[in-house]
Structure formats: structure tokens, C-alpha cells
């Protein structure tokens, strides 16, 4: 079982920066694809951002030009730089996993969420 640990959350001025951290933790595993996905208030989650085992990645039309995301693979962690953030940006941010683990079976694994708040 892989445990998943978001932090880097908090309180941004519009036209601010945040970056979240999400580091997996368990043992005999290999991630493969990580992904960051938002929850706003009274709307369902969506993907955000995601990132392959080589490092190709991929970006709602939303937040493309002002998010990036990246992952070390030796700290098996996933961070979301956020560049220029708007109120809409506002919601739970959390992320997801895709690893193999024992005799190569898949699992996904979710954190448990970080709180991001875009307000003046």
C-alpha cells in the first residue's frame, strides 16, 4: 500500500504563487503516472495536471502557461508549481498514483487533499 502526502496548501493573493508537494511513501512499489486534480466547492473534481514515468506531461486548458508539474522520481514526488493564480483556482487539491506493486499488480492511491484559497 502506497501512501500519498499533499502539502504546500494555503491562503494566495490573486497573482500569486503556491507550490504543492505530494511524496508517496510505502514499500516495493514503482510509481508510474501522478496526476493532481481540484475540487471546488459544490462542483466535482477534475484533473489538473499529470505526469508520466518518463515525464511527459499534460494540462487542462485552465490552468495551462501558469501551472507546471514536475516529479523526482528518487523522493517519488510530485510537485504542482502554480504561477499567476485567479479565485477560480480556489478548491481541495489533491493527488492520485498509479503504481505497481508485489508481482506487478496495479493499484492508484489518493492523498488525502490540500486546501488552496485564492482571495485578496
Known amino acids: 500500500q502506497v501512501q500519498l502526502v499533499e502539502s504546500g496548501g494555503g491562503l494566495v493573493q490573486p497573482g500569486g504563487s503556491l507550490r504543492l508537494s505530494c511524496a508517496a511513501s510505502?514499500?516495493?512499489?514503482?510509481?508510474?503516472?501522478m496526476y493532481w486534480y481540484r475540487q471546488a466547492p459544490g462542483k466535482q473534481r477534475n484533473l489538473v495536471a499529470a505526469i508520466s514515468s518518463g515525464g511527459s506531461t499534460d494540462y487542462a486548458d485552465s490552468v495551462k502557461g501558469r501551472f507546471t508539474i514536475s516529479r523526482d522520481n528518487a523522493k517519488n514526488t510530485v510537485y504542482l508549481q502554480m504561477n499567476s493564480l485567479k479565485h477560480e483556482d480556489t478548491a481541495v487539491y489533491s493527488c492520485?498514483?498509479?503504481?505497481?506493486?508485489?508481482?506487478?499488480?496495479?493499484?492508484?492511491?489518493w492523498g488525502q487533499g490540500t486546501q488552496v484559497t485564492v482571495s485578496s
Open positions: 510505502g514499500s516495493d512499489f514503482s510509481i508510474n503516472a
Open positions: 492520485k498514483a498509479d503504481y505497481t506493486a508485489g508481482r506487478g499488480i496495479s493499484f492508484i492511491s
